[in-house]
């Protein structure tokens, strides 16, 4: 289908945070946009403020007028709906052109050229970086982000530049699908195992990602990870980390709950930066993004202006109350090497306080697979609180529950099971000198009552 014959687009999965980015792409190019998800979110609700058509029963019937046509409408779904989908099997039955939503943006990476963030974690608050920077900056951007933006309150920017930002997400092997121009790699950690089957697949996946980077483009690695790139000719490779490699930091700095640093680069030394969200782990994802944007032409004072000002990202280190008394606050980190760096960012921030996390696993599989790294990493606290397995797209594994990480949590560490249904309750039963929530389910639908609940406790 050409672009010129699309007139309205219908989204399987509407509500999801990448998706939601080309529903907003779409209804910016003014076609009818409309779509299912399985239950209204406020993120659903903004959508349809935007002009977006979304319904949540999973319904042929539903499906408008307009989005029947498949002379002129786009279907486009997330891997995280089951084949069966009533409405997925209509499109397929009837001849319609469907992609995945990582198709779509790999035709935008054709047409305008992609700066990709990827690795098992990290993606969305280096990208997110890297688009405020370039936003802010003469040469501007656009950017699909898997997180809302506190900068912008979106998880969409459009502009006229040439440039577009891209989370580069490698479930289901959706990086394959865009030809970047640039892209970071932050970190090869397995993951998604119930897709990739061995570590030795994960990473030959990663492997044939750079292979698509497009030549005069650039490879940004991280310079610890365990994996072998394969580039075009024409392709220029450049490696990062906190402190050593072609970028990388130096006079670290952390005081008064401020941050800075001197950013070192074979372009140009920007001295002195701020990061407006002064989280110890922001250094090296800062380090990425101001890399990518310099080799696209970003100046010193652009770069160093826009570290400062970065607000970050909903539920990425999200700080929801923070006082000389109580802090408390969400992270959406649900791997282990995830919640390793959030709980040594958070120790290294509050050194001296009682920290407890409460922290939902996400998927079976990567429970299976994990356990005793999750117990590992979450050992660095003092207090962890297990709530059960959230299933997502998954069935139970016998066996599988959130006792496994619970019986290899270190000793002296204080810990307990409880329902998530009871969190609540459990907090309006306690006092806490620093709180964190983590993990990527459904908990922190929880968190702004948490947040009310504890600002009673504490009046």
Known sequence: MEAKDIKAVYFVGAGGIGMSALVRYFIHRGLIVAGYDKTPSDLTRRLE???????YEENVDLIPHACKDKEHCLVVYTPAIPAEHQELCYFRENGFEIQKR??????LTRQMKGLCVAGTHGKTTTSSMCAHIMHQSHLDCNAFLGGITKNYGTNYIVSDSEYVVIEADEFDRSFHWLSPWMTVITSTDPDHLDIYGTKEAYLESF???????QPGGALIIHRDLEMKEHLQDGVKRYDYSLNEGDFHAENIKIENGEITFDFISPVENVLNVQLGQPIPINIENGIAAMAMAQLNGCTAEELRYGMQTYGGVDRRFDFKIKTD???FLSDYAHHPKEIYQSARSIRELYKDRHITAIFQPHLYTRTRDFYQDFADALSQLDEVILTEIYP????PIEGVTSQLIYDRLAPGVKKQLINKDDVLSFIKSRSFDVLIVLGAGDLDNQVPQMAKVLQSNKN
Do not use: D, F, S
């Open 102 to 107: 990582a198709q779509v943006l790999g035709t």
């Open 325 to 327: 008394k109580l802090v």
């Open 49 to 55: 403020k935007e002009g977006a058509l979304i319904h």
């Open 392 to 395: 997502a797209r998954e069935l």
């Open 207 to 213: 492997r044939h990602y750079t292979e698509l980077i």
